[in-house]
């Protein structure tokens, strides 16, 4: 095991590889680099850090993360609030905002059903999608759901909840590989996924 001069090295590469996809080798170079940066500059980052920490809420109408109580998307008067995309995560909504093939709202379950993962319906934002159906003027909903059983599972779960929706209901069409979050599907194919969407009853 390597050892330290410095607990305070030590204790900065113990946290810094806690992040995802953060090795003890990664973890180190970018504490070195810390550490080398002007002292500003650190504490700028270290001033993010805490300020996203503490104050970004969830938005409360589509529960994306924001500054205020409601996002800037949902407040965007250019935005069409006749179409709803539901996604699983606040990453999803960042991988189809860079695809600039989407002009509506969004609706964000903060996750999929899961039962080995102890995710169950009442966990995500489902019941509070079925009541933006009643009280907002929605044409269609476009399920933008990961393409894994979970959220196949998910997508037919609220499919059945919207059985008094009198609008469409739309899935992604094929292009995203079984198993791929929507995160890692490049911008082009995510696009065209959701410019080809199809009715969710033909899928």
Known sequence: ?????????????????????????????????????????????????????HNIMLCERCYNI??????????????????????????DVLAIERTASYNGLYHVLGGVISPIEGISPNDLKIAQLVQRTQKEDIKEIILALPATIEGDTTNFYIFRQLKDFEGKVSVISKGIAVGDALEYVDEVTLGRSIQNRIPFHQK
Not at 10 to 28: F, H, I, Q, R, Y
């Open 1 to 53: 095991m390597a050892e330290y001069s410095s607990i305070l090295l030590e204790n900065a590469v113990e946290a810094l590889s806690k992040l995802p996809g953060v090795g003890k080798k990664t973890a180190l170079r970018l504490a070195l680099h810390l550490l080398n940066e002007d002292s500003l500059e650190t504490e700028q980052l270290a001033d993010a850090l805490l300020k996203m920490k």
């Open 66 to 91: 924001s500054d205020t109580k409601v996002c800037s998307i949902c407040g965007n008067p250019r935005r069409d609030e006749n179409t709803l995309c539901v996604v699983a995560d606040m990453r």
